[in-house]
DNA sequence: CACTCTACCTGTGCGC
DNA sequence: TGCGCACAGGTAGAGT
């Protein structure tokens, strides 16, 4: 399930591998199913894509944004955001499309940029301005300071799970690295952020923070057997039944706020 | 505002 | 072996 890191990651790929797509154009537009295009954007995958030449790769939070130049004066972005199971990557043209492949660009130096998504959850769009897409976003949860992260946290009172997973709070922290973070910092993901005084604001952020720039340089999770990005070592997603690798108790799962959320109950308690 | 539920999807893995 | 089903989860949108 990419979050910030795996996305940075793609990012990275893309931008900075060899080859690059960073200067490439479309020669060709395969869109294999309409199901990943944002409802009101066919038009423009079709039309703005074709032609287009990719001039910078960026990320915010978990989207993917794609600076277009076209013939057309007006500018455009490709946006992209993976969801759950969506993937990005680069081939050579003439290699067979995989079985989830939904959008195929072919580009101008015999490579091709594919997205497959088994789920169909992913999701396209090309927009003239990308705030139409990402406006409603908190900061980027890997580059905000402390103090803005304090102030988003200020006359908020809610459970620190459901905090840190809105993405109008914070942008790109997902299930796997909440509850990383959480265990990280020692605090039960029901916890009420209301509660806790400024060190215990500055204890979060700090886990965040460091749990996400860990992920980043490992270029993302390791998850067992499910999602294996990069080397990240979870501590206690999807590790129930595992020793605490602090003090040895039995991680458990449970529900939080329809999530399934993972804690080690010695190191995470729930406090007033 | 905080929360809960549902829909969107399909591969996986379980119990029977 | 095979069937049915719960489950995984990011986001939008509706309802409490």
Redesign the pocket.
């Known amino acids: 399930?990419p979050?910030l890191p795996e996305v940075e990651s793609v990012v990275r790929d893309l931008r900075d591998g060899r080859p690059s797509l960073v200067g490439r154009s479309v020669c060709s537009v395969n869109v294999v199913s309409n199901?990943v295009i944002q409802e009101g954007c066919e038009d423009k995958v079709k039309a703005i894509l074709d032609g287009a030449r990719f001039v910078a790769i960026t990320r915010y939070?978990?989207?993917l944004l794609f600076q277009l130049e076209s013939s057309d004066v007006q500018k455009y972005v490709l946006v992209i955001?993976l969801?759950?199971?969506g993937r990005l990557y680069l081939v050579p043209q003439h290699q067979a499309v995989e079985?989830?492949t939904r959008l195929a660009l072919i580009l101008d130096d015999g490579l091709a940029l594919r997205f497959d998504d088994?789920?169909?959850?992913g999701r396209v769009w090309v927009v003239s301005d990308p705030g139409e897409?990402t406006d409603?976003l908190g900061p980027d949860a890997l580059t905000i300071g402390y103090d803005d992260f304090a102030a988003r946290l200020a006359?908020?009172?809610?459970?620190l799970k459901?905090?840190l997973?809105d993405?109008?709070v914070l942008?790109g922290i997902?299930?796997?690295y909440?509850d990383e973070s959480l265990f990280r910092a020692g605090f039960h993901p029901n916890q009420?952020?209301s509660t806790l005084s400024s060190a215990e604001v500055r204890r979060l952020y700090d886990a965040v923070s460091t749990v996400l720039h860990e992920a980043v340089d490992a270029q993302g999770a390791n998850i067992d057997?499910?999602f294996k990005a990069g080397s990240f070592v979870v501590s206690v997603?999807?590790r129930q039944g595992d020793p605490c690798p602090r003090c040895g108790s039995t991680i458990i799962?449970f529900?939080s706020?329809?999530?399934?959320t993972h804690v080690c109950p010695h190191c995470q308690l729930l406090s007033e």
């Open positions: 399930m979050e199901n939070g978990k989207y955001h969801r759950m199971t079985r989830h088994p789920r169909k959850f897409v409603k006359g908020r009172s809610r459970q459901s905090l997973l993405q109008g942008a997902g299930n796997i909440t009420i952020s057997g499910v997603y999807g799962k529900r706020g329809q999530r399934g």
